[in-house]
């Protein structure tokens, strides 16, 4: 039986030119604006003047954070906690892909809290308040740019771990296709990965009755896969890179999962392969899901891999139901490598040693899964599997 609340609070502002409305937005919530973004692609591309000269124009005064790294460190979310508490920081804009934000967000929690922001993610704390932020978005992948979740890694400790909190929900996020024309193949195909695999872990679930929500996450795994090519073989083509946006945001804003019991299994298994070798999480996720399926199939799961096989991937219900899951266990793992990316842990340099030591780590509190849960062997296999 569905029952939940709704709760997508995030102004999107979708659309070329839309960084029209930049000042307007901030000065609903602020004067005094951290800039946060990560290694230099707003300034190759030129937003970052863009920024600059809005802000100019509109006398909205700024500090910045840069260097921000894929696969977040908490040691810049310290440092953006101490530039806000030194120049008054009365808002963050965060611009670029879900790392920046993410970082952004712990900064925006961090200013409020008197503790170690690694408390929240490890249970300690619970996040109350946070500073009003804003993105602007460079990567079509995560869906930070509408919800509440950040994950940050802790290189000390070798964990990369996720929190949430209503009030870490962006005021408004302004999404323009252009800006993401500049992502490299590797990263739009592993943003590509991410948004389906946000997908995979709502859409797989034991809840039924949520036609709804399974048919629109079905409508955003077909945009990724009729977009995710075009993008990569024509960057610039506005229509792709719109589309794939705006799946990012859809497939991980809440939308697919209210009312549901939900999977999140792959990404548990995924944020330890990261925590200890900082590889790209959609590639992770791209590799993982495939094992994953097959590793999950079973009586009590395969209608639902039909059902996938069928609406998404158009196979023809066959007599066999298994034959039909197979074959569509078989399409998504050669659509991910038909995007350019490695099939294989070894490919991304992750090899037996630690394999033992990430699978106790991902179900160290409970095991993992909804659709289907997995204990520390299963996750091995899996792993192994993977390899
Ligand atoms: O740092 P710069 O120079 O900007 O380069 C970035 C970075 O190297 C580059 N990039 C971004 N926009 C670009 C661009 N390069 C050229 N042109 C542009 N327009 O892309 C690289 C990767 O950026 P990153 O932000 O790390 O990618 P993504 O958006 O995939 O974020 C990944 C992080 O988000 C977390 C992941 O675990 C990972 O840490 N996730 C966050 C979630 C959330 N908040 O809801 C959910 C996800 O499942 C995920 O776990
Ligand atoms: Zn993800």
């Not at 991980?252 to 019991?261: E, R, V």
Request: net charge negative.
């Amino acid at each position: 039986m569905l029952k939940f609340s709704y709760s997508i609070p995030t102004n999107v502002h979708f659309g070329k030119g839309r960084i029209k409305v930049l000042a307007k937005e901030i000065k609903k919530y602020g004067s005094k604006v951290l800039l946060t973004y990560g290694g230099g692609s707003i300034k190759r591309n030129g937003l970052y003047d863009s920024i600059v000269e809005i802000f100019n124009e509109n006398d909205i005064s700024f500090c910045e954070l840069n260097g921000i790294d894929p696969n977040p460190r908490l040691t810049s979310v310290n440092e953006g906690i101490k530039i806000c508490k030194e120049n008054n920081i009365d808002f963050i804009l965060a611009v670029g892909g879900g790392s920046v934000i993410d970082c952004s967000k712990i900064i925006a929690a961090g200013y409020h809290y008197e503790g170690d922001p690694w408390d929240f993610f490890i249970g300690k704390a619970r996040i109350k308040q946070a500073l009003p932020i804003g993105t602007i978005l460079t990567l079509a992948a995560t869906g930070s740019e509408m919800n509440g979740n950040a994950v940050i890694s802790n290189m000390e400790t070798e964990e990369k771990l996720g929190t949430f909190g209503e009030s870490l929900k962006p005021k408004f996020s302004i999404l323009d296709p252009t800006y993401t024309m500049t992502v490299p193949v590797k990263q739009t195909a592993a943003g590509t990965a991410d948004i389906m695999s946000h997908v995979f872990e709502q859409y797989f679930s034991p809840t039924e009755g949520a036609f709804l929500q399974d048919r629109l996450a079905e409508a955003v795994l077909k945009t990724c896969i009729e977009y995710g090519p075009i993008a990569i073989k024509n960057p610039e083509n506005y229509e792709a890179r719109a589309n794939l946006m705006w799946s990012s945001s859809i497939a991980l804003n809440g939308l697919l999962t209210y009312g549901k019991i939900t999977d999140w299994a792959t990404h548990g298994m995924e944020h330890e392969l990261s925590a200890i070798y900082d590889i790209t999480h959609g590639i992770g996720l791209a590799i993982l899901t495939p094992n994953w399926m097959e590793h999950v199939l079973d009586n009590g799961t395969v209608d639902k891999f039909v059902e996938y096989g069928v609406n998404v991937w158009g196979i023809s219900l066959e007599e066999d139901k298994y034959s039909v899951a197979r074959k569509a266990i078989e399409k998504t793992r050669e659509f991910f490598k038909g995007l350019g990316i490695p099939m294989t842990l070894k490919e991304v340099g992750i090899n037996e040693e630690r394999l033992q030591e990430m699978a106790e780590k991902a179900t160290k509190f409970r095991p993992l899964g909804g659709f289907k849960k997995l204990d520390k062997n299963d996750v091995l296999e899996i792993y192994k599997a993977s390899l």
